[in-house]
């Protein structure tokens, strides 16, 4: 018997009808003859509903309360989802973070999973029963207190618990078909890619692809969870994730994920060995540019800068420093970092501008970020080289440029980075014969 | 330094403005000097959202799930007020019943509270903060699984709360200035009690009085909590109830109340020793009349159908026994119960109607019972008379009579029961000077 953990959105259980249908879906796998644990988010728009209700009560939300409040939309929609299963004639238990046993640090709204000790839900897993589990939130053990883990929260819940309880796959279900090459809403002939390396996917989530939070791949990636990403509106083979070092090889990997999807996909298109030089293509237009102008060209200089930054907690990206004019024996240090960080950072480095001695700073919050992900980019020179020629055909400026063992970066203008998302995925050889299907919504 | 215990239902805090108010009125009780613990209820009409919900995808929900989907509404409503208090510059922390160790058994939907231990309000207390607590809901050691208390849950949390915490005195806020000596919407002139025992009224209670739930009074009685029932849209007194087998005498108890009051009532009207005779009068439309025709005059019958009724557990209050036609060895056997109960009862009767050897059944839904409460009832003769004399010369027909140590009932046609209420009313010389101001909603 297969144990399947399955994670589903806001936007799979907006309202009655689709908390039916979802479960629907769940008894489907259950009659299959495996063994289910579903992770599920708050129904469509509560918690922004609660978010909006917080705010109108209080200024400032106090963190422990937020949580307590914010938690109760997955409390919401785990009992719904249970009940509706229980009606279609099925044992279904529902389970809090904290019954779960998803134990967290004390930082809400943003906590960290520290250890996973899913007793009952094994428990109930014993008894027959499907387990409904919240996801987003857990429990400290000091404090006592309930917690949310942040944005992603509810894949990292799904992942988490693939993990502890040794499942054979963690099902993520989205509103689109699985991860696709890019983003379909920008490139309508992007396509699915069928499986992709947890690495490859940390890339790609890191560089601004939404459907998998990064943090859900990290954990994945560490505790050796295969992930497969796919769609609640129909039963195509989405995209599995999974981690090479596995002594699985891809195409058991494949095979087990096939085995909760209907076959009518392609035959005979797996190859397990031929891996894809190109994973895909992700384009991100949350981040800024700041730019410190004019640092004395002494060693010491660039670590007293991030030295600075990093005592605000910023989330700082791509780094490029220029070479040294000669002439003036100063330099330009340039770095992306998320928007809603910029202003923080720009007053920090203002208070010490003196201290370090740069004459001034730039701030730009109209920059694209495009990165091309996959495996042996940096051995295979070609694949610069091909990214540069076609951004300069298509008329795009290259501003800032940063390489990885499996990716590469480029900042461009904010304005041209869907065109610079089309040409790229076109000159890698990217683009699908048809069109991909895109549902509306994000869930959380 | 007293221990204040405040609920406040479901109207109170119905959005975000009424969350405020009472925010800063539970900010006043705290800057008085006092220690402070709150029982809310959900906002507003949030359960029933919920119990849509539920019946939109399961028909028959299932009681685990329905406790586990019901308890999100107070975890809303109780992170949403600490919060409010927390923007006003003071210390509040939320628990849900688990977390304030509301234990009960594990009868989902209607669990008994079997054991209170709040050691982490206590703690929370001596720390400085302001506690509040989800009404309604408990958690079975046992299972593991969170409980609600049912109708009424809320007093009875806030009830059980200053119980074990040893409080001086239990607030329930509600949208009336207190309990009347009769419906106020039916009988404008109805005056407020200053004061009533427990006893008195856990009858008010028990016969339609539905400011305060009965199993709240009776957990008051037994643990001898006295309680201020008072409106949350002025500062006002309200009424006290209270134990007499106290120590402490009523004067105390309404030093006690008014401690937390603004003091504009008339002085002078309290002597602790003047007990009214009349307590209030309630009505109810919510039972139904049964009657058991034709049985056979011989003993143990009626031990035979009210073994029959109480099998199918319902709850039968009035009882009355016709005189036996000599010339047919046979009487009639009424009582009354809930409507809701009238069917399952009727059933069970038809079933073992030969068994038993009675002729046939009548069923009665358009009844009313009217309830006239107060201290020494049976030993003062003149009461029955005026009460049978006022109906008489309304024209109002009594069709059952009933009479215990403080109550007197009376069942009527349905049609006539606001004005029985209001000739019994004036009857007995319960009329106020002015008239009762009536807001609207009803809390949990």
């Given at each position: ?5 399955q994670?589903?959105?806001?936007s799979?259980?907006?309202d ?34 609660l ?51 998803m ?72 509103d ?52 497969h990403?796919r ?24 095979a ?47 670590a ?18 220029n ?77 800032m ?44």
């Open positions: 018997m297969s144990l399947i953990v994670k589903y959105g806001g799979s259980v907006a009655a009808e689709s908390i039916k249908r979802v479960a629907k879906r769940i008894v489907e796998t259950r009659k299959a003859g495996n063994e289910v644990v579903v992770a599920v988010s708050a129904m469509g728009d509560t918690t922004d509903e978010l909006d209700l917080a705010h109108e009560v209080a200024p400032i939300p106090a963190p422990r309360e937020m949580d307590m409040l914010l938690s109760a939309g997955e409390r919401i929609s785990m009992a719904l989802l249970a009940l509706a299963i229980e009606s279609l004639g099925h044992d279904a238990r529902s389970f809090t973070g904290s019954q779960a046993g134990i967290t640090d004390a930082k809400h709204g943003s906590a960290r999973i520290v250890d996973v000790t899913p007793v009952r839900l094994r428990e109930a897993l014993d008894e027959g029963a499907i387990v409904i589990v919240a996801g987003f939130q857990g429990f400290n053990r000091d404090t006592r207190d309930i917690t949310t883990l942040g944005r992603g929260g509810s894949d990292t819940t799904a992942v988490a618990l693939a993990a502890a309880l040794d499942a054979d796959i963690c099902e993520i279900y989205t689109v078909d699985g991860i696709f090459t890019a983003d379909p809403r920008v490139v309508p002939k992007a396509s699915k890619i069928d499986r992709i390396t947890s690495e490859e996917m940390l890339e790609l989530a890191a560089n601004g692809a939404k459907v998998l939070y990064i943090r859900a791949v990290e954990y994945a990636r560490r505790h050796g969870v295969t992930l990403v769609s609640s509106f129909n039963n195509n083979e989405g995209t599995i994730v999974y981690n090479p070092s596995e002594t699985v090889d891809a195409a058991t990997l494949v087990r994920a096939r085995a909760t999807s209907n076959t009518n996909t392609k035959t005979g298109s797996e190859s397990a060995v031929e891996e894809p030089l190109i994973a895909g293509v992700a384009t991100d237009l949350s981040e800024a540019k700041i730019t410190v102008v004019g640092v004395p060209d002494i060693p010491g200089k660039a007293q800068i991030f030295t600075l930054v990093a005592k605000t907690g910023a989330n700082i990206d791509m780094i490029v420093q070479v040294s004019a000669a002439s003036t024996g100063r330099t330009d240090i340039s770095f992306t970092l998320p928007k809603s960080e910029g202003q923080t950072v720009l007053t920090a480095l203002r208070a010490d501008q003196a201290e370090v001695g740069f004459l001034g700073l730039q701030y730009d919050d109209q920059i694209g970020k495009l990165a091309l992900v996959g495996a042996g980019m940096r051995t295979n020179a070609g694949v610069s080289a091909k990214l540069f020629t076609a951004l300069f055909e298509a008329g795009i400026n290259i501003e440029i940063s390489t990885s063992e499996i990716r590469i970066s480029v900042v461009t203008r904010a304005d041209t980075i869907n065109d610079a998302l089309r040409v790229v995925h076109t000159a890698f050889g990217l683009d699908a014969d048809d069109v991909a299907v895109v549902h509306g919504g994000t869930g959380r």
